[in-house]
Every structure is written in C-alpha cells, then in structure tokens.
C-alpha cells in the first residue's frame, strides 16, 4: 500500500492561494514556496554547524555592532541568492546588512512585493547547539513597479503585512507561515527533504501560565515594567501558583514555545535610553503578525505593535508579545492604569 505523504507545504500553499485568491498570479505562493527552499539549505548548514567548520565569527561587525557569526553570513547569502532573480520582489532589507537590498540590473525588476528578513535570529545560541531561526516579513510595494523598490516599500506599519513566517532549526526544524488565512506549522521530515502540515491552525489560548524576559536585565527597567514582572510571578496570579519563567535566549524559540503552550514574551525598553533591543522589521512586526492571526497580541507599549508606521530600516521597538490577555496585562502596566 502506498504511504500516505501528508500534505506538502507547496500543496498547501497552493490550495490556500486557489480558496482564497482566485485570480492571484501565483508570485505570492511562488515566493512562500522559494522562502522554504532557503529555509532547507539553512536548516542543512545548521544541522552539520558541529561538524564542518561553519562555527564561529566571520570577524565583520554588522549594522548592529555585533560581531557577525558565519552562518548568519550564510543564511543571508542563502536568502538573497533564492530570491535575487524570481521577479516576485521589488528589493529586500535584511537584519544584516545595512542598507536596502536592491534587485540586480540583470534580474527582473518590477516585482510586486518586498522581503524583510532577519537570517539567522538567535545568532549567539549557535554555538552552542540552541534553537535559532529564520524570520521574514511580506508587503506590497507601494512604489511604481516601473521603478526599482525603494525605502518607501519598507516603511509600512506590520498591519499592512500581506504575509509572514519563521522557520526554526530545533529538535526538528519547523516552518510556520500566517498570509492572512490563519497560522500554520510544518514540520521538516528530513527522509523526504519536505515541509509537512504537523500544526494546521494554531492558534493561542487567551491567558497562560508562563512569562518569558530576560530577568538579568531587572535594574536597566522602568518601575512600571519591575512591577508587572513582579505581578505576573507573585501568586495573585494564575489562580495562586504565579507564572513559571522559560526564557531561552533566541526570540523565534521563546515565540515558538509560547505560540504552541501559551505564554508572554517580553523585551522590554531601557529605561536610560528608552529604546528596546529587537528590530521592528525583521523580528517584532512579523511574530506580531502572526500572534494576531494566532489569536494572540503584540504591543510596543501603549501601541499595537503592526500599527507602528516605521521610520528607518532598523529601528528598534520594545515587544511585549503572547497570550491577548497577558499582553493586554502588560499594556495596563505599561500606561499606568495598574
Ligand atoms: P540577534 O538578532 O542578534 O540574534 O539578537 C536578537 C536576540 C533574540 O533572539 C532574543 O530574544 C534576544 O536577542 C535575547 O537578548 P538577551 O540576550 O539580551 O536576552
Ligand atoms: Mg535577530
């Protein structure tokens, strides 16, 4: 008897464009497709990092100032080189690389959409055999397709996201995708080299048991932040027990866990320089995204994370992102009205 394969991400990309998107060209759906093939290159050079000698830094500093490690190096090479030449994007701004990415003269130029992406989150867990990830965010673009993409095309609030996803190399790899038709999770089976639907229609439960922030940081916060960390531990909350602590270190894994178990991730801002440390980009408008779609919520501080019209490339935001309840908890907090 013939084994049952499952459905295939490309299938399901596929289905879903027909149900919903009748006449769509099919860039979109080709571009999600082209998303999870880079996704199994990296997913591969992540898997050999211990044995090949992919580990360590390049020796560069990046945008960020932090020292660039080589696999990031090479997801970004990996990204770009998959969808250099589709004619699906317009350009693309990468977490790495400081400037927008424009498509190269010889390829097609007019494409209608633009890529965000963050190539390998989490860079300082590779070492050290952690979850890392991959995130990515989709808009229209917004300039004539006469022209080249320009910053403009990037300068969208997340609400106007037309898609968004991560991949993330753990015990197994996984790629979760939301493009407006709910959250959707695929697991690698690495004996076929394809991405299976394990997880149709995640979504969140409205309140959890579990917090997750980097608690080390206490004395650089606010006092409304120290007093919301406080109220989510002390045992007036979740029915007496308090809320248990995971924090892992790599945003796409803390998300992860709390998407599928529920939970609240939080970044919060310095209280010196008031900024947070996570990219609105490439990391806090596409796990929005997704936490919405999932039934869940994402703030800033008093703002909707996806209503936040960005103002630079690599800005950076405070997140507070999970469970409705538990994020609607912080923004309480967070305005001063607990
Ligand atoms: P990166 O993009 O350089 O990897 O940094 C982002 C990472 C996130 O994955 C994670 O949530 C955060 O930095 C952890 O920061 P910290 O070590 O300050 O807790
Ligand atoms: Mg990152």
Known sequence: ????????????????????????????????????????VISRAVNKAGLVDVLGKTGDVNVQGEEVQKLDDFADKVIFQKMDHTGYL????SE??????????????????TLAFDPLDGSSNIDVNV??????????????????????????????????????????TMMVYAAGDGVHGFTLD????????????????????????NEGNRHKWD???QRMVDHFKSPVSAGGA???????????????????KGGVFMYPADADSGKGKLRLLYEAAPLAYIAEQAGGGAIAEAEDILDIKPTELHQRVPLYIGCKEDVETCREFLTGKR
């Not at 317009?90 to 701004?93: I, L, P, V």
């Open 190 to 213: 690495p004996s076929i080299g394809e991405f299976l639907l394990s997880h149709p229609d995640i979504t969140m439960p409205r309140r959890s048991t579990y917090y997750s922030v």
């Open 1 to 40: 008897m013939a084994e049952r394969l499952g459905i295939t991400i490309t299938k399901h990309i596929m289905e879903t464009q027909r149900k919903h998107f009748p006449d769509a060209t099919g860039d979109f759906s080709g571009l999600l497709t082209e998303l999870s093939i880079a996704g199994k």
């Open 90 to 93: 317009c350009a693309m701004a």
């Open 131 to 172: 979850n890392i990830g991959t995130i990515f965010s989709i808009h229209r673009r917004v300039t004539p397709e006469t022209q080249k993409g320009a910053l403009a095309d990037f300068l969208q609030p997340g609400r106007t996201q037309v898609g968004a996803g991560y991949i993330i190399y753990g015990s197994s």
């Open 223 to 225: 006092p409304r932040v």
């Open 96 to 113: 790495e690389v400081d400037e927008l990415i424009p498509i190269p003269d010889k390829h097609p130029q007019g494409g209608r959409y």
């Open 242 to 260: 308090g809320y248990g602590l995971r924090y892992i270190g790599s945003l796409v894994a803390d998300f992860h866990r709390n998407l599928l």
